[in-house]
Nanobody
Framework: QVQLVESGGGLVQPGGFLRLSCAAS????????MGWYRQAPGKERELVAR???????AYSDAVKGRFTISRDNAKNTVYLQMNSLKPEDTAIYYC???????????????WGQGTQVTVSS
């Protein structure tokens, strides 16, 4: 069984920063892409940033230049450093990973439980 556990959300003022973490654990054979999505009230879930196992990263236009995604492959962990936060960044942030389960060798998509980020004065 594989789990993704997120941490680091909270309330921050506009212009502030937060760092999200997501650790994968369980029967992991290998991890492909890891990334962060977000969903604001009344909106669809959208990709924020993604990091492939080889190091290639991609960002949505809305966060490019303000957010940085990074991975620690030894710890099966992905991070999202969020700087210059804006009220429109307010959303539930979900971690995502493509993981091959060592118990059956199937590649699956896994999601974290979500962490609330609120940007408000």
């Amino acid at each position: 069984q594989v789990q993704l556990v997120e941490s680091g959300g909270g309330l921050v003022q506009p212009g502030g920063f937060l760092r999200l973490s997501c650790a994968a654990s369980g029967s992991i054979f290998s991890i492909g892409a890891m990334g962060w999505y977000r969903q604001a009230p009344g909106k669809e879930r959208e990709l924020v940033a993604r990091a492939r196992s080889g190091g290639t990263t991609a960002y949505s236009d809305a966060v490019k230049g303000r957010f940085t995604i990074s991975r620690d492959n030894a710890k099966n962990t992905v991070y999202l450093q969020m700087n210059s936060l804006k009220p429109e960044d307010t959303a539930i942030y979900y971690c995502h990973a493509q993981i091959t389960d060592s118990s059956d060798a199937f590649l699956r998509d896994y999601w974290g439980q979500g962490t609330q980020v609120t940007v408000s004065s």
